[in-house]
């Protein structure tokens, strides 16, 4: 069976979700369910990691769901070590989404601090899932620091603009030898399956599943987008057909 | 991981029955693809793909052009010793051949070097046997402190080393290194290397990533063409180049494609590679690797070379001598092999430009080695 694999755990769902701006925990929950995810993500600044009977907490079914809490808010590598370090003292899983988004009107992420953060999560004993801009030289330094995946951002988060950032994640597919994520900016199925289809290895959405009217419904339509993508993928899409061939003869001395 | 863990996991026998088995429709697929993945590289060695040989050339050719322009870098070897403790079966230097046994002196290695210095090179590709008592890495250091102010790039073509070793030559200046594997054929390996520190086929396979984590900036790979199955060899190799490119990604790589020259021992290649199947394999490995260096050396015919430089080669020597002291002294009784391509440095450099190539003869600087500023 072909599954996902981070850190040596295995995952069926390529899809992961993640758990801000919904309008209830309902409609949050539903989203979990339609998405088929595995892996759901938690800002640490917006729960109460001590306390089991937090409203979104309660609502993630722990033996489903692997929460993976992130560090959103963060405005450089020291508070976000000390965030992750605060779950896993709570009792979570010492798995991180890496965020260090020092902008707070594009929560673009800051590379500096955020390689300085995995370098220290790693060493500690993290799994460290970096988010971050779709830049190759900084995935790979991330990968050499030891994290379990790379995050490239689609595009700004919240933007749903799909995979604007695409020839610098392809560049990061073909070169990664840890799963690469795509996450941020994914709005809509075709996004999710277009990233799939360029051979990331998952997607990770949030703010198009929270906004939509129906966030069960569409956390469905995700679900099959990725699997779309994927499947799509692994079949071996068609190519687009390279340009006529040039008429002078390379091989001609050959037939001497 | 190493490429070892990699190369165990495959059955060599698995990828020659995989290669045979492509068909045309692969073929196409994979010169369509803008990424090869491991069957489309496979589809490009098969024999289904020797009738698309020609827009697999131009493929090559166009990738070349595009990553590299229409330049070729120049270098030359310069053979420091031939004295060897190896039995390689194939090797002029083999320790039971008669040949006459000589290790340069420092001295004597500034004179060849002037030599090439003043034919124009400015990268030089220093060449040993494997012989720890006539020249270990503390000779080898020596040799590249003498040659630094003279080259701009000095490489180094010896036995495999242990990343302390490396470290030891890069702080003396040497920024790249050629060491082809032979064969990646495990039992063929063993047979071809009956005795000598090269039976050890894991240290010589590591010895790429040894040199990479060292710091190394410049890596070289290759099979020797002759000894195993062509195909395998080459799927084998752009397998090992990638391996090495994905986890270290701050050195570049260079492919070479020796093949099996005439040699004192009088060894017959086990399994000769035509000029049409070397063509197919140079495009081959152009295709996986775009940004590959790919080397040609003298051991190849003059006609050919000339014919071969569209297809995606990026860097040549000229002029070659491969007997330590051939370049100052007429006598090269102590060569490893016979060369092809005798043409002066000169004249490969007319030959280029005519066909509209750049010669390239400095393409590195020392300053990229002082850590100070």
């Known amino acids: 069976m072909d599954t996902l694999i981070i850190a040596g755990r295995s995952f069926r769902s390529r899809l992961m979700v993640g758990t801000g701006k919904f309008s209830s925990n309902a409609a949050m929950v539903a989203a979990m369910e339609g998405s088929g995810c595995e892996i759901v993500t938690v800002a640490l600044r917006r729960v109460d990691i001590d306390n089991p009977h937090d409203s979104i907490l309660a609502h993630i079914d722990r033996s489903k769901y692997l929460l993976l809490p992130n560090t959103s808010g963060a405005r450089d590598a020291e508070e976000a070590v000390r965030l992750a370090r605060l779950a896993r003292a709570a009792g979570c899983e010492p798995w991180v989404k890496l965020e260090v988004t020092p902008d707070p009107f594009y929560l673009l992420p800051d590379p500096i601090e955020t390689l300085k953060a995995a370098e220290i999560l790693v060493k500690d004993g993290f799994v460290v899932l970096p988010y971050i801009n779709a830049d190759p030289v900084l995935a790979k330094r991330l990968q050499e620091a030891g994290t379990a995946t790379v995050m490239p951002l689609g595009a700004p988060i919240g933007t749903n603009k799909g995979v604007r950032t695409r020839d610098s994640i392809a560049i990061i597919i073909e070169q990664a030898i840890v799963p690469v994520v795509v996450d941020a900016g994914l709005g809509a199925p075709s996004h999710a399956a277009e990233a799939m289809e360029m051979g990331a290895d998952a997607v990770l959405v949030n703010t198009a599943l929270a906004v939509a009217r129906d966030p069960g419904r569409m956390s469905s339509a995700f679900r099959k987008g990725v699997e779309a993508g994927h499947e799509a993928y692994l079949a071996g899409l068609g190519r687009q057909q390279d340009r006529a061939e040039a008429s002078s003869p390379l091989t001609g001395f050959l037939r001497n | ?373």
């Not at chain 2, 024999?47 to 590299?68: D, G, I, M, N, S």
């Not at chain 2, 194939?90 to 051949?97: D, Q, V």
């Not at chain 2, 495999?160 to 030891?168: F, S």
């Not at chain 2, 051939?326 to 092809?340: A, L, P």
């Open chain 2, 1 to 373: 991981m190493s490429f070892q863990e990699t190369l165990d996991s495959y059955d060599l026998s698995e990828i020659e029955a995989r290669i045979a088995a492509k068909q045309p429709a692969d073929v196409k697929a994979a010169l369509a693809a803008t990424q090869l993945g491991p069957d489309d590289f496979m589809a490009l060695l098969s024999p289904a793909a020797a009738v698309y040989l020609e827009p697999l050339a131009q493929r090559a050719h166009r990738l070349t052009v595009q990553r590299f322009g229409k330049t070729i870098l120049m270098y030359a070897p310069l053979y420091l010793s031939n004295e060897c403790t190896n039995g390689c079966r194939y090797c002029g230097f083999n320790a039971r051949n008669s040949v006459p046994r000589r290790t340069l002196t420092f001295d004597e290695i500034e004179a060849e070097a002037r030599v090439l210095h003043a034919r124009g090179f400015r990268h030089l590709l220093l060449v040993t046997g494997e012989a720890p008592k006539a020249a270990d890495t503390a000779y080898l250091a020596a040799a590249v402190t003498r040659l630094r102010a003279l080259f701009s790039s000095l490489s180094i073509e010896v036995y495999p080393m242990d990343e302390a070793g490396y470290r030891q030559l890069i702080a003396a200046g040497v920024d790249g290194l050629t060491l082809y594997q032979e064969t990646y054929d495990r039992a063929l390996y063993a047979e071809m290397h009956p005795f000598g520190k090269k039976r050890d086929f894991d240290f010589r396979l590591r010895a790429p990533e040894h040199a990479a984590a060292a710091g190394m900036r410049r890596i070289g790979v290759g099979a020797l063409l002759g000894l195993g199955k062509f195909r395998v060899e080459a799927f084998c190799t752009g397998l090992h180049a990638l391996h090495l490119a994905r986890r270290f990604w701050r050195s570049h790589l260079t492919i070479s494609f020796p093949r099996m020259r005439p040699a004192d021992g009088g060894f017959q290649p086990l399994n000769p590679v035509s000029d049409r199947d070397f063509v197919q394999l140079i495009c081959a490995l152009r295709l996986l690797l775009p940004d590959a260096g790919l080397v040609m050396s003298t051991r190849e015919s003059a006609q050919l070379r000339d014919n071969l430089l569209p297809l995606g080669i990026t860097q040549m020597s000229a002029g070659s001598c491969t007997s330590p002291g051939g370049y100052t002294e007429k006598d090269d009784s102590g060569r490893q092999f016979v060369i092809d391509d005798d043409r002066s440095p000169a004249e490969v450099e007319a030959m280029l430009r005519q066909h509209g190539y750049d010669p390239v003869w400095k393409d590195w600087d020392a300053a990229f080695h002082q850590k100070s500023i």
